[in-house]
């Protein structure tokens, strides 16, 4: 049965089109504040959780749309403010609501009552998205002649959203981020009843409309000035300094918010923070400042004056590559608190230049935290440089004696597995190439991480530094290398030319003197070493599994090591970035057979947690996307139309999301920081698909031949893309920051034109054979984007970001074909 028009037509106006847009705005805004939020309080993979099941808000209102629209239609103005009032109210109840469950992160995987709560949590977070979806599917339905003005309104309220977030991360704390959006869905509510004045009769004003605007106003008022007690997982380094802070043993100097992170300053004299010190050290660490980025430690600030009070320094693996040079010229990419520039000042270098990606950051250091840091970055030799690491090795020719990948240095990843879904476009085969470029002769590049078991980041490093001197031509790459532990860290060297034999008798006497052991260098036996620091290492063998591993992957069979071992020790590049996904499906049963029961624990968590959030929408999307197929038969009944129905509306959403985020992530080593590369990117693909879903009418009157031709322009888009993108960005990498954002937009724009065709021409062929079906198609659509989000992520990690670019060009390929499947016939 069709549903019928109404009078859709006499009520629509620009009025509709802008509480539309704000709707947009807000949902877009409240996801990405809330995933800011929860990367502070929490840990980005359960934001990513938290997220991706809250967007499950979209097809859950296609859902509801399916049974309950053809009662909303009635009374479709009652219906839309009685939702717009919700969507209003939920934002700042639901969001506190939430933070007040106390969530142990530790044992949300292995505990009911945790994942009671956590359900609870998502259910929490998933109203906001409910409500707002419900406005968008219910304003498409009743609304549909003019969906392409519709869904162009929504794309463009969703590139804003984007955007205006991150300006707002500026400037609140990330507690109080999700607020701040009752006042965008507020006004949105507010043209909403000025857009249906005339449908209120008096009585209804004063018996609906008024009470509900009351309610609202009262909402947004106290949200904007309420001040969260959000707090911090138990288990972060910020809540164990603001336990400190209670107890009058620690004084937080300085919070900052902002979109690439939370900063925070504290100062204790309970906690001493030097990197893998030796115990041979016959001094203490000095007093220091800990620098907390999003609630972890990134760094230290020594509180002293002069290079005496930091000998410490001299007992840490980072200062063996100084040991092996003389008054080098040093670059440290990623220095965040000063002390591997007192590092380098400890052995007489001859110039610093730091690259440190937050400008935020810098200007604590360089001013507020100066005195008290001793100025160490101020001083005469120290040259200081705002930019993204790995765009600086782009854009620069400079030489340099030693590189130090100060990023890169901490505690090991650990089977938590943090930092998996982060991309790092330093730490790929051609990143470290791009640094190897900048040595000069007989220049050393060095990373320092620490110890795990079973090992894998420093194996992980060890095998990018091969595979990047063999891109770089070096036949003898066992000839460059050196390695070397002492009981917390591995410190992995590479030089520029090939180690001579003063050079490696050099390194063993450095490695005797600091008490480590060395695990590689040139011309090492293994019938020689007897280990100082006793680290685990194949049964009845005297050398560890760094030794091991390093000769079977310079001198044995390296693509027999990486299938057989536990984890993912492959090298990571640009096209697959994520150097710290070590997680390995082929390894599952030794996990089991090895831990038992506890094998979960022993997993990278941020990959579980990603594995778990798809099957956890898998499960919920087939419950509500084939649901209704059963209990509303009449109008959902199963055949080819239906089907149709799903696999266009399906298709795309898969099909846009996977690209949304693959070019993203790809034009963030372009940009150089992924707060940049967000904002460009989300706004040209939601702004320019919008320009496309407004304007496609114009190019052909048959919604299957625009899509069609959509579909012919994304696949030439795509293979131009392919062939060619980075060849033609490098050509534009040493242009300043706003040229590089233009290139990015202009770059998007053929792409996102043509993606923004599909939707509205979708809702088109069902208007010609069955409109009751456009409700559950925006359920599905919704279902399917969500799910692409992690999916996509895990596809990314597995296969590359070129594999996930061709099955999103298959998706529009299933798209195209079924075209031809969609009968043109009422029913």
Known sequence: MNIPQHKSESEFNWLILLSIFLVSVTLVGFQLLLMRTLSVVRYHHFSYLVISTALLGFGVSGTFLSFFYSRMEQHFTQWMLGFYTLFVISIPGCYLLAQSLFIDTQYVLFSSHQQLLMLLYNLLVLLPFF??????????????????????????????????????????????????LTLSAFAGLVFLILAFRKSWTPQMKKSFVTPLVIV????????????????????????????????????HLVQEPGPRAQIDIYDSPKVHHTLFAGLQSETLPPDQLSILMDGQTAGTAFKVDSLRETSILDYTPQSVPYRLLSNPKVLLLGEVGGANIWLANRFG???????????????????????????????????????????????????????????????????????????????????????????????????????????????????TFVDALERQGFSGPATHLLQSRNYLAVNTTLSESKLSSEKVQKFRSVCDSLLMDADYFPGISSGKLEQINQIAGPEGKPYSYFYHAAQKILLGDAESFYRDWAY?????????????????????????????????????????????????????????????????????????????????????GFGFMFLEMVYIQRFTKFMGDPIYSVAAALTAILVFAGLGSATHRYFNSNPRRRIRIASLGLAVVLGIYLAGLDPFLDLFLSFGTSVRFIVTVLCLFPLAFFLGWFFP???AMLEETRDSLIPWAWGVNGFTSVAAAPLGVMFSMEFGFTITILLAIGCYGVVTANTWLWRTETG
């Open 568 to 652: 993912n020790v492959r090298p990571a590049y640009d096209n697959r970035p994520y150097f710290f996904n070590f997680f390995k499906w082929s390894s599952l049963d030794k996990f089991i057979d090895a831990y038992g029961h506890h094998w979960l624990q022993r997993l990278e968590l941020g990959y579980a947690v990603l594995v778990i959030t798809l099957i956890e929408i898998t499960i919920v999307a087939f419950v509500l996307i084939l649901l209704p197929l059963f209990f509303r038969r009449q109008s959902l009944r199963l055949d080819r139309n239906t089907l149709s129905t799903f696999l266009h509306f399906a298709g795309i």
């Open 349 to 463: 270098a001859k110039s610093v230049t730091v690259v440190q990606t937050n400008p935020r950051l810098l200007k604590l250091m360089e001013g507020q935290l100066a005195k008290e840091s001793g100025g160490i970055f101020l001083r005469e030799k120290v040259r200081v440089i705002n930019k993204d690491p790995r765009l600086y090795l782009e854009q620069t020719n400079e030489q340099f004696d030693l590189v130090q990948l100060v990023s890169a240095e901490g505690m090991a990843a650990g089977v938590s597995g943090l930092q998996s879904l982060h991309e790092n476009y330093l730490l790929t085969v051609e990143g470290i190439s791009r640094a190897m470029s900048r040595l000069s002769t007989n220049g050393l590049l060095t990373i320092t991480r620490g110890i795990q078991s079973p090992p894998r980041d420093n194996i992980k490093i060890f095998a």
């Open 761 to 763: 021409s979708g809702i």
């Open 216 to 251: 609202a106003a009262v909402a947004t008022g106290v949200s904007q000035f309420v001040k969260p007690d959000t707090p911090v997982d138990q288990y972060k380094a910020l809540a164990n300094f603001q336990r400190l802070e209670q107890q009058g043993d620690a004084t």
């Open 131 to 180: 409500f707002g979806a419900v406005i968008v599917g219910a304003a498409i339905t009743f609304f549909r002649k003019y969906i392409s003005t519709l869904y162009a309104a929504d794309l463009l309220g969703s590139g804003v959203g984007g955007v205006l977030s991150i300006l707002v991360m500026f400037v609140v704390p990330a507690a109080e981020l999700p607020l701040k």
